[in-house]
C-alpha cells in the first residue's frame, strides 16, 4: 500500500479500509516514522482474533531498546486476523511497515467513525512538529 492512500492516526497508527462480505475491514499498521522512532524493535505483542476493541482502546505493546508503547485502535470493531508472521519477524516492520508489516484486520463496527483520521499530508505535517 502507498502511505498517500492511507489515514493516520496521531498515534502513528496508518489504516486501510476495504469492504468485503457487505462490512467494512480495517487494516491497521504503524507508520515508517513510529518503527524508525522506536529503533531497534525487540518484541510486539498483538490481541487474539475475535477480541472487540473500542476506538482509541490499547490492542498491543510494541517494544524497543528504549521504550515500550501501546498500539490503539484507529475505530471500534473486532479483531478479524493478526498478522503472526510479524511477531515472528519484527523487521517486516521496517522493511514494509505499510505492506507486509501490517498489525491487525478490524471488522468495523456499523457505526465506526474514521473521520477523525489524518490523511497523509496532515500526517506527515504532525511528524515534521514532533522531529523538532
Not at 31 to 59: K, Q, Y
Not at 78 to 100: I, R, W
Not at 111 to 128: P, T
Request: contains cysteine; glycine residues 8%.
Amino acid at each position: 500500500m502507498k502511505p498517500d492512500e492511507l489515514q493516520f492516526a496521531t498515534t502513528h497508527e496508518w489504516v486501510h479500509v476495504d469492504e468485503v462480505d457487505g462490512g467494512r475491514v480495517a487494516t491497521v499498521g504503524i507508520s515508517a516514522f513510529a518503527v524508525e522512532a522506536l529503533t531497534d524493535l525487540v518484541f510486539i505483542d498483538l490481541p487474539e482474533v475475535g477480541r472487540n476493541l473500542d476506538a482509541g482502546e490499547a490492542f498491543g505493546e510494541i517494544e524497543s531498546v528504549k521504550a515500550v508503547s501501546d498500539l490503539y485502535a484507529p475505530a471500534a470493531g473486532e479483531v478479524v486476523e493478526v498478522n503472526s508472521a510479524v511477531v515472528d519477524d519484527l523487521d517486516q516492520l521496517k522493511s514494509d511497515p505499510f505492506g507486509g508489516g501490517w498489525l491487525v484486520k478490524i471488522r468495523l463496527a456499523d457505526d465506526a467513525d474514521l473521520g477523525h483520521l489524518l490523511d497523509y499530508a496532515a500526517y506527515q505535517k504532525q511528524c515534521a512538529e514532533e522531529s523538532h
